[in-house]
């Protein structure tokens, strides 16, 4: 009997990864995906406790599956509705009492038993799986096919690592995701062996804290991820290697030369920051100091002078003076980023940031947020025009907007639209950008196709 599934992510990549898996390993059950929720026999929402208006989302849209699953029932159709994800972890069984509309919760390291849980809720059951068990959920979710794989596109993330040991005192994850896990080197190289011969050509790495990787490697000790990407460089088909999300403290020396020796390596980096000012960092329990922060880019942009850099910004943490915020506002302004994430500090519960004294007020934290992300936005503007004129390789992933277009992405993840035949889908070729739109760039072919050689990767493709 076939059935209908669909996941809904919400949060960050990991997520987006999970989701994916969590359709893998449903797939032999007889679920194919659907795009449509009202189409959905099963319907997963994988969800994000990282800020709480992530968490407030998940009940708004249970108050809207509801009445979908109400409906269907009338129709004699039954819906399933599962809970997955790190609001799942965090308040399992809030979700059951808050939510009687939800069939089974089921935390981010126990996918794998998806199966198993839609068995107790067929017999009624409500069950609630959140314990971290032992064993480690990768050696249970199934693959995906290579079907699969390439319908998702030419690019995939690929987790290394789970979980954070960090305890910055805003955040959630060391609570939800647990203690780090890393994946040993082989079941990684396995994964993106696996994807190269379905004709992924770019893989990010993920991880909450992905450079403090230090999985097993093949001879017993562990590998750095500059080491796992020499390895992963390797893999004939990938051309692009990326990573995120990092932190300041595991940035180390072979990182950095990485960045400079193996061309495979994009030249961007994510590196939160959170705050330009020493008194909130170490409020924050960051462990890195403002001038750490600063000599660490300057060190990455000496290995790699190419390089962009995005960061996370938190603004309004408790305590935060003007003056601490000038210092962030500084510090954005001495960098030069491209691109950030920025929120206002939200209070989650358990965390001692939630605890602490001199909350600030939400129409200071607005007025913050809105104008870092001005200046931000204006730096992302001004690299984005510094790029007419240059010749970028571009990794052409899919039919462009217009007809005889065709859309990539630039080595900093910039999407570029070329007027280029879709044969070119599939390859890395140099583009001349030519103008700037809100979100893309737009660019020529700087070779005629039909003078270049044909990619191996292609050929892959099609077979
Ligand atoms: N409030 C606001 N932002 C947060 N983040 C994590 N926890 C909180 C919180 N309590 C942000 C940080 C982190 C990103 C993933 O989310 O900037 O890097
Ligand atoms: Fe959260 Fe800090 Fe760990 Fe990042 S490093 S996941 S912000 S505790």
Redesign the pocket.
Known sequence: MTRKLHVKSYG?QMNVYDSLRMADTLAPEGFTETSDVNDADLVVLNTCH??EKAAEKVYSELGRLRVMKDEAALTGRKVTIAVAGCVAQAEGAEIMRRAPTVDLVVGPQSYHRLPALLEQSARGERPVETEFPVDDKFNHLKDPTREATRARGLTAFLTIQEGCDKFCT??VVPYTRGAEVSRPVAKIVEEAQRLADAGIREITLIGQNVNGYHGEGPDGRSFTLARLFERLAKIPGIDRLRYTTSHPRDVDDSLIAAHRDLPELMPQLHL?V?SGSDRILDAMNRNHTRDDYLRIVERMRKAQPKLALTS???VGFPGESDEDFRDTMRLIDEIGFCGS?S????P?PGTPAAEMDDQIPENVKTERLLELQTLVDGQLTAFNRGCIGQTLEVLFEKPGRFPGQIAGKSPWLQPVQVDAPPSLIGTVTKVTITGTGTFSLFGKLSQNPETMPRETKLAALEA
Not at 343 to 346: A, H, L, T
């Open positions: 960050c990282i800020r805003f955040c939160p959170q996370d910004f938190i994430y929120f206002k500090y939200s989650r």
